[in-house]
């Protein structure tokens, strides 16, 4: 205060309101004052009901998505755990002393003989009572045509199986038109819901301009997810051709892969984004992802450095192969992913709930096959016109996002959500089709920027 | 009579009784100064009620740095210059021409009744009227003024003297029309 400007004037006028009061009557003013307080009382109720709503909303819409997501995989796993008699190689379909053998046409019908003639003269040792390396022929009174007759039986007992499995499948809708069905009836629920809250004055309806909002409008975070992966494989029991050009030694046994039904996921990235209207949000970033799966095979082959690797059917490139002693594989992927997603606040407050659905852009960056055991060299497949992996992909995206607000800047979230391949991660010359569904949870830092 | 703690206690739960007791203890004095930041009684009542539903709204809040009643005058005030905000953006106060501050004889305001001093301030133009507020009864210095309006010092004080020349001028007017000095007025 710049006392020293102030004279007796304005000490004057000070002194004449220090202790100045009006006795007039307040009712008038105390009973606009009340009537406030009562509607902001009520608006601070109704605020509260509406919260609670659409969290129980948000909990019933992530539950059914979850049942969905549950039920397709179920299904998917009771259609891939019986063999296909159907997908495999049509010149290789035996694997002698295998329980999963085919069924030997009766009568000891050759086939494939002209591939297999060169063969009886190197291991002699091998055949016996009839048996002819072709591995498709038998005499019908070995014992090995009797074992093969009762492996028979039981294949057909599970052919049967299959087929009965999918004549239930035929009877229920299909899962994608479920799906389709969930996520309208998510989408129409909240609408309904919405339209059933309780009919309140129009006054209370209304905005009020000194509501807060969240000010969140820019911001970047780091985040990582693990989850399973499931690969959705045509054929998760591949075979192959013995006495193929590449096969090193013509050994009697057939190659073949098999992979498991579920592998593990992991992803680790950097998104940012931005809030374009009062409730929704756009996000993008970059992540890589890593997708590993559990395979059987049997087969090894000939590098360039003419060591030993890792192989697994339909992925040798041409390379000379052999087969050996049945070892564990994983197969792992990796992947750069360029996700693009709108979100829905839910909630928009200090504990935050938003939905997010989107796609991503994948850049296939490389397999590699690697022996569990250490023993045999990785090899590594990269993308090209000579891989049998497609270079870049689409998957869709569906995630949750629970968060909470620290302070003014920060912000962490739980993401539970999945990921599915859009496009087969194989080319389609290559004759295999997988369309992962990668189910996980994440976790997000989030810095706020204004 | 409650104490001010058992005042903030009561408002901070939403008990309505003790808001009302809140109320009628400090309406008197805010009346006045509501009515000294507005135009007219009307636009005073409005200033009063914004001013409690603010009081009410954050008095949770209140970290009793202070006394209630200065708390509660804070509000006052700046829920009246926030009134006022639009009318100056939309005609922003400049710097007026000197006033003509010769002393004019001797005045006191012991004659005038509180109603009348409030009137002449009442009648005031908007920003002088702000100003004179700010700087001669609540004791701003023309560079807080200054900031709290987002105008040059120079302009709050040019306001100023223009309004202090105002109300000498109608202090001077009315003494002259009744002709009585050092009397106060029926």
Redo the contacts between chains.
């Keep these: 205060m710049e006392d020293w400007e102030k004279g007796k004037f304005e000490k004057e006028w000070r002194d004449a309101f220090v202790n100045a009061e009006d006795e007039g009557s307040t009712e008038a003013a105390w009973k606009n004052i009340d009537l406030q307080l009562s509607q902001a009382e009520g608006k601070a109720m109704k605020r509260s009901v509406i919260f609670y709503q659409r969290l129980a909303a948000a909990s019933i819409l992530f539950a059914l998505i979850s049942v969905a997501v549950a039920l397709y995989n179920s299904t998917i796993f009771e259609s891939t755990t019986t063999p296909s008699l159907a997908q495999q190689p049509t010149q290789n379909r035996s694997i002698p002393g295998d329980k999963n053998s085919p069924k030997q046409p009766a009568g000891g019908v050759e086939q494939s003989d002209q591939l297999n003639s060169t063969t009886d003269k190197k291991d002699k040792g091998r055949t016996s009572g009839g048996y002819r390396r072709s591995n498709v022929t038998l005499a019908t009174s070995s014992p090995q045509a009797t074992a093969f007759a009762q492996t028979t039986q039981a294949l057909d007992e599970r052919v049967n199986y299959r087929q009965a499995v999918d004549q239930r499948l035929l009877n229920y809708p299909p899962l994608a038109v479920v799906e389709s069905q969930v996520n309208l009836i998510s989408r129409y629920r909240e609408v309904t819901l919405y339209r059933q809250l309780p009919a309140f004055p129009a006054s209370y309806m209304a905005n009020s301009p000194s509501k807060k909002s969240n000010k969140e409008q820019v911001w970047a975070s780091v985040g990582a997810a693990a989850g399973t992966f499931s690969p959705n494989l045509s054929s998760p029991q591949a075979y192959f051709s013995a006495g193929m050009p590449n096969d090193i030694d013509a050994s009697s046994r057939s190659g073949y892969s098999k992979s498991s039904d579920v592998g593990s996921a992991y992803t680790f990235g950097f998104s940012m984004g931005t809030k374009f209207s009062k409730r929704w949000v756009m996000q993008g970033g970059i992540n890589y992802l890593n997708q590993s799966l559990g395979y059987q095979s049997n087969l090894q082959q000939l590098d360039a450095s003419n060591q030993y690797s890792t192989a697994l059917v339909g992925r040798t490139s041409g390379q000379p192969v052999k087969v050996t002693t049945p070892y564990q594989i994983s197969s792992i992927n990796e992947i750069i992913s360029v996700p693009l997603q709108a979100g829905y606040l839910i909630v928009d407050r200090k504990f935050g709930f938003q939905l997010n659905t989107g796609f991503a852009t994948d850049l296939f960056l490389r397999n590699s096959l690697v022996d569990e055991s250490g023993q045999l060299k990785r090899s590594t497949e990269g993308a090209g016109s000579s891989s049998p992996y497609r270079t870049m992909s689409w998957a869709g995206l569906l995630n949750s996002e629970l968060s909470y607000r620290i302070g003014d800047r920060y912000r962490v979230s739980i993401v539970p959500g999945l990921r599915y391949s859009l496009n087969s991660v194989f080319k389609s010359e290559s004759g295999s089709v997988s369309n992962p569904l990668v189910t996980d949870v994440g976790f997000r830092f989030r810095y706020i920027f204004r | 009579m409650h104490s001010e703690d058992e005042l903030i206690k009561g408002c901070t739960k ?1 008990d ?1 009784a003790i ?2 007791a809140l ?2 203890r400090y ?3 805010m ?2 100064i509501c ?2 930041y507005a135009k007219t009684t009307l636009e005073a ?1 409005d200033i ?2 914004e001013g ?2 603010k009081v ?2 954050n008095i949770k809040d209140f970290r009793q740095q202070s006394s209630l009643a200065t708390w509660i005058t804070r509000i006052m005030i700046n829920t009246a210059l926030n009134f006022h905000r639009q009318k100056l953006y939309l005609h922003p106060m400049v710097e007026v021409e000197k006033a003509n501050l010769a002393e004019a004889e001797e ?4 004659v ?1 009744h ?1 109603n009348e ?1 409030v009137t002449m301030i009442q009648s005031l133009p908007d920003g002088c009227r702000i100003i004179f507020n700010l ?3 609540e ?6 003024i200054a900031d709290m309006l987002s105008i040059s010092e120079g302009t709050s004080k040019s306001q100023y003297n223009r309004a ?1 020349s105002l109300l ?1 001028e109608k202090i001077t007017n009315e003494q002259k029309r009744y002709g009585r000095l050092g009397e106060r007025k029926v």
């Design positions: 939403g309505r808001q009302k109320f009628d309406c008197p004095k009346k006045v009515q000294r009542d009063l009620q409690f539903i009410f709204a005045v006191s305001l012991s005038f509180l001093l700087f001669a009864i004791g701003y210095g023309h560079r807080e202090k000498k």
